[in-house]
């Protein structure tokens, strides 16, 4: 199956926005729960946002209030809306899916995901 894809990254500065896409050539996402992950150097991969097919969406709690997990309107790419950012956002982004419409993101962990992406930077630094 064909891996995901993520861009949008880059290098800001506190208190700026970055929206991060992810697509899924080859797939039909529009039939995948997506999560976002990232990891930080020297730290493991962890949660951050998690979108279902059918639209139900979860957050860590340290970017709720701040992150916006969306679809376009044909639900083949989703979007990580990243305002306010901060230092402790840095990393590297992934998305990652799970195949099927039955999936919630209850406690989206990242063992449950798969197809992930190379990844993009996300460095935030003034």
């Known amino acids: 199956q064909p891996r995901l894809v993520e861009s949008g990254g880059g290098l800001v500065q506190p208190g700026e926005s970055l929206r991060l896409s992810c697509t899924g050539p080859?797939?039909?996402?529009?039939?995948?729960?997506v999560g976002w992950f990232r990891q930080a150097p020297g730290k493991d991969r962890e949660g951050v946002s998690c979108i279902s097919a059918t639209g139900v969406i979860d957050y860590h709690n340290s970017v709720k209030d701040r992150f916006t997990v969306s679809r376009n309107g044909a639900g083949n790419t989703v979007y990580l809306q990243m305002n306010n950012l901060k230092p402790e956002d840095t990393g590297t982004y992934y998305c990652?899916?799970?195949?099927?419409?039955?999936?919630?993101?209850?406690?989206?962990?990242?063992?449950?995901?798969?197809?992930w992406g190379q990844g993009t930077q996300v460095t935030v630094s003034s």
């Open positions: 990652g899916s799970i195949p099927t419409r039955g999936y919630f993101c209850t406690k989206f962990l990242e063992s449950r995901f798969g197809n």
């Open positions: 080859g797939r039909r996402l529009e039939n995948e729960a």
